[in-house]
């Protein structure tokens, strides 16, 4: 009996020396292989199979009715877009507008008129404030597609043909992956949403599983700021938690423009030595912050690669062929080692590799 309380004992100790499994260091190291994939330079890959474009859509027109004309985003895929359908030989147009639903509803009905054979609503362009025009375009055969708008497993109205969605979920669990492997997963987080926007929630969703299911004693607060408040409400939102909590070691702006009211915030409060921020969307003034220290992190997207991307789907429904499900629009991750080469200053869709080019151009055929 003692011989075997003895053993007992030795294994106990010996269990004691052991790192446990899910140590915070095996939790960071995981973080870290989670998003290296996104650290490398994005490679191209295909969402079909290729086909004769310039054969399919000869004759053929898209309008684009954007969230809003004047906003740099959606106007930078447009001109992407307006490029590849040249390439291509067909009709593309962008209804000019302020973001106004009413002029959404006059681009509507100027595409059902002129008999289009595709709207794309981009980046915000609400299918569900445009129900009766949507339901009518689609009557009369043109195929109504929400892009850049929704993540993968975001639901749309049926009354819409299709989307182009976003990996938005995805977003999220990089945001907190990068604040678990910074941290050796003794994260503290402020995290800045704007509810209003449709992907937002499904942002939201990926860095609440990523953080409960990865890093359980990881500790994050989520905030809300409007878009129309982000001026007045983000810096002192942000400058009373940090003084609230001097524990806190991340500020996770969902939206990369968000930035530029946090970063003052951080500063006020003595802080830009403890407080880091990570954040997404790849804006060329925030890659800029990236490249002063101000920001630790931005997960970019490429513009161009983008309007390609929502090309490449939109003329494959117009085509007969399989809808896409992933536009295999990649992400990349900006931070100290490689922000430089966005340019200085940092110019849009600068710094992800040109893979893409090449890869549309077999991808419809254009090489001949």
């Known amino acids: 009996m003692r011989g075997i309380i003895g ?15 899910h140590s915070e260091g095996d939790r960071a190291k995981a973080a870290a ?51 590849a359908a040249k390439k291509v030989g067909f009709t593309f147009r ?79 669990q990089l945001l907190a992956d990068w604040a678990i492997w910074k941290t050796d997963a003794k994260v503290n987080a402020l995290v800045i949403v704007s509810t209003e926007v449709y992907s937002t929630e499904s942002m939201i969703n990926g860095i609440k599983a990523d953080f409960d299911q990865n890093c359980p004693g990881c500790k994050y607060k989520i905030v809300n700021a409007p878009v129309p408040e982000w001026s007045t409400k983000i810096q002192p939102t942000v400058q009373s938690a940090l003084q609230a909590d001097p524990s806190i070691n991340y500020i996770i702006p969902i939206y990369d423009s968000m930035s530029q009211f946090v970063v003052p915030a951080i500063t006020i409060t003595g802080k830009k030595d403890s407080v880091k921020i990570a954040t997404f969307n790849g804006t060329p003034f925030v890659l800029g912050f990236v490249q002063q220290g101000s920001v630790e992190m931005d997960i970019g997207e490429n513009l161009d690669w983008i309007g390609h991307a929502i090309m490449d789907a939109e003329m494959r429904i117009l085509c007969g062929l399989e809808p896409v499900k992933d536009p295999k629009i990649p992400f990349y991750i900006f931070d100290s080692s490689n922000a430089a080469n966005a340019g200085k200053p940092p110019q849009l869709s600068v710094g992800y590799g040109d893979a893409y080019l090449a890869g549309y151009a077999r991808q419809w055929k254009l090489e001949k």
């Open 33 to 83: 292989e989670r998003l290296q994939q996104y650290r490398d330079l994005p490679k191209f890959s295909a969402a079909g199979p290729a086909f004769d474009a310039r054969s399919c859509m000869k004759g053929k027109s898209i309008l684009g009715i954007p969230v809003s004309s004047a906003n740099p985003f959606t106007k930078n895929i447009y001109i992407a877009m307006t490029n």
């Open 94 to 172: 962008e209804w000019e507008n302020q973001g106004q639903p009413s002029q959404w509803v006059q681009g509507m009905d100027y595409a059902t008129n002129n008999k289009f054979n595709l709207i794309d609503l981009l980046g915000g362009t609400d299918p569900k404030v445009l129900a009766p025009q949507v339901q009518k375009a689609t009557s009369a055969g043109i195929k109504v597609i929400a892009s850049h708008y929704s993540g993968f497993e975001q639901p749309l109205p049926d009354y819409i043909s299709g989307a182009v969605p976003i990996d938005y979920l995805k977003s999220g």
């Open 7 to 21: 053993a007992a004992l030795l294994a106990t100790a010996a269990l004691c020396m052991i790192e446990p499994a």
